[in-house]
Every structure is written in structure tokens, then in C-alpha cells.
């Protein structure tokens, strides 16, 4: 499985630079590894693999992780002859939800072929054969890559065991046989279109690749409708089950997010803050930050001012309650106009971005993370199971049903933009969250 030469001694792998990266699905530490010339004196470019880190992976065992080989056609051209692309997002998801993992991004275009010789493998496939036979009719074996360079970076930073995101069982030999310990293998399951999916299955007949059950089965052909919910949790008993929920987690990100867009919040406003976590998890996190928390819901306030109250912080978070879209504040109120978990129980998103954009003007920070509907029912159930299956069936039922009337990433930039807030972006930063921030300008 290796792409030199018999002859050749494998060239040395050693960190040339890195740097944190932030993306649509969460914080990276991207770190590139450079294969060394063999002499003193080569002047060719080295190839470059990459790292791509979550958390604190130093020491870990069972750290999720993924071999990936580099997919020009699939990553930049968004080509739908591969599920090369949906693999890679796949694990970035997988790995930002997990909170810590690695993608080791290996620079093997075409299984080791290269990009040239892949395009050429693509056009004998244009022609009727198969990937497997399209590479052996170039005078290739099936599979040329080597991973040296993925063990050697896992080695570099230190994970004793990785949990690897594959289908593919040679890439668990493969890792094997240079030294790593593979503790498990958890399939990965993506979309298949009418191009891909005689790729997927002669991956799966000739070269043993393990798919999940149905997965080349039919995909459904529409996204899942938006159903709505009530906008206001009114009843004393939706609060109780709201409160508790265990979102300490998800505050604690959203506080440490906001802080890395608006690292000196003193004015902020936050719209539909429930039953007040976040200002209060703001507030410890900030010493001269006063947060006016609107919702409104007077149930969900009650039990805010309950725990500000034992915080001792009543003099520092105000809860009003009034609908986010009409508020009496105006433009230099609030340094910050912040909202966690509010867009998905409004009929109209672009009221309450119009809302937003009247109160931050053009300089105040903004900040809003909510939930983004999945494109299945299935994907929804997979969702509550994995977040909320030891909660209480109340929970449990306002979860499932916060799902389906969240908004798609689509959905929201249209809102946003046709609100008139400008100078925002817009990224998907879990496996069911958005996020729409702007600093202060």
C-alpha cells in the first residue's frame, strides 16, 4: 500500500507550521506536515499533509479521527461522482460535535494515482469501466496510498488510539501496520446521488469497503418541511422541563464563541434568553458585563429570576418581558445584541432580523446560534437520541419538536439579508447548530 518505489526510503515527516482556523463546523488547529527531500540538495516542493485538530487530542485513547485522502474533484469542484467531499464534512461535524478528533489530510489524489491520472481514469469511466478497472487499465494497482504520514502525525501529536470514521477496513491495516492502534471503526454514512452510486457499490463488491445498512438504498428526494411551534413556552410545566435539560455544555460554548467575536462585551442584549444560563454564564465569565434579558415567555423569566437571584447578580441582568420584535430600545443601546435558541420558535425569522439589525445599527456586535433543521425525519430521531435520551420524555418531545421548526442555512441568510443586517456571517458550527456573528465595529 505504499506509493514509492521499493527502493526509495520513506522521506521524513516533520511540522512545518500551524495555526487555529475557525470553520463552519467549529475551532480547528490545522497543523501541516512536510515530507522532507531525501537529499540536502533536492529543490522539489515537499508534499504537505495535513492535521486537523479539535481539542486535546495529546495522550488520548479511542480519539476520533479519519485518514482522508485529498479529492479535488469532490472538494473543489463539488464533483458527484464520489462521496468524497460528504465524507471529509462528515467527520469535521462528527470530530466539532465530539468536542476533540483529528483529520489527517493526506496529499494521495486518485488513491495515490495523482489528479492527472485520475481525470484519466475518470474518462475510461466515461466509457463504461469502473473505478477499479479504470486504474488498471492506466497500469495502476487498486489502491497506491500509504499511511505512514497518518501515523506519523498521530505519533507527532501524541494519541495513543484513534476510533476511525471509515467504511474502507484496509485503512484500519493500513494504520495497523505502521505502528497505530485502531480501538474501533464506526462506519460513516453519507448521501448517494445517481452518480455515485455505482462507485459506492464497486467499493463496496471489488475492494471490500463496509457500507452501512441502506445506505445505497434510495434517498428521499425532498428536504424536510419547517413545522412551527408555539413561540412562547407559557405554561409553568414547559419551563420546569426546559430548565431541566442539562445545557451547560452549550452555554458554555456559545459564552466562549461570543467572547471570541466581542472579547469585551459591557451592554448586552439578550432576545429570548429563557430561563437566563447564558447572561449569568456570561456575566462569571466577564466581570463588567450588565446583560438585559428579554423573553416572552413570564414562566420561563420566573425561573431565570430565580437563579439570578442565587447567583447574586440581580443587579446585573435585567429580565424584561417583551416580544423580540418589538422592543424600546434603539441604535447604541447595547454594545452587543446577542440570541441563543430564539430564531426557531419565530413564524416570521425576518422580523426578528429586522429586530437585530434595528438594534445593533451598523456597529455593534451580533451574535445568534440556533438549531438548523435536519433534511430528514430520520436524521431528527438520530439528533434526539444522541442529545437529549436521558432526559425526561417532556424534554425529550420539546427537542424533536425544536427541530423540525428550526431553519435550514439557506433559510436564515435569506432572512438576514432581507432584514437589511449587514456585515454578518453565517456558518454551520455543530451537527445542529448555525451561527450568525459580526464584531464591533
Known sequence: ?????PDAAPAPLALYAEAPVPTEYGLFRVMVFREQPCAPEATCTP???????????????????????????????????????????????RIAAEGRGVVLYLRQEGRGIGLGNKIRAYALQSQGHDTVDANRLLGFADDLRSYRPAAEMLRALGVRSVALLTNNPAKVEGLAAEGVTVARREPVAVPVNEHSRAYLATKQSRMGHELPDGMLAAQPTTSLARTLEPEAMDSDAEALAYDR??????????????????????????????????????CRRHEGTT???????????????????????????????????ALP??????????SNSLVHHVPDPARFFRAVASLAGDTAAVFVRDLCRPDTADEVDALVHRYAADEEPTARALFHASLHAALTLDEVRDAAAAAGLRGFSLARTSDRHWTLSRTAR
Open 245 to 282: 435539560m442539562n445545557h451547560d455544555a452549550v452555554n458554555a460554548r456559545f459564552v466562549d464563541d461570543l467572547l471570541a467575536v466581542h472579547p469585551s462585551p459591557r451592554r448586552v442584549l439578550d432576545l429570548g434568553a429563557g430561563t437566563g444560563l447564558i447572561p449569568l454564564t456570561l
Open 47 to 93: 508534499t504537505e499533509h495535513v492535521a486537523i485538530v479539535c481539542g486535546e487530542v495529546s495522550g488520548g485513547e479511542a480519539v476520533l479521527a479519519r485518514a482522508h485522502s485529498e479529492c479535488w474533484t469532490g472538494e473543489a469542484l463539488h464533483s458527484l461522482k464520489c462521496d468524497c467531499r460528504e465524507q471529509l464534512d462528515h467527520a469535521l461535524r
Open 1 to 5: 500500500m505504499s506509493s514509492s518505489p
Open 291 to 325: 446583560v438585559t434579558a428579554v423573553d416572552l415567555a413570564p414562566a420561563m423569566l420566573r425561573r431565570a429570576a430565580s437563579h439570578v437571584g442565587e447567583a447574586g447578580l440581580t443587579a446585573r441582568v435585567a429580565l424584561v418581558v417583551a416580544d423580540a420584535g
Open 329 to 338: 430600545y434603539a441604535v447604541g443601546d447595547f454594545d452587543a445584541v446577542v
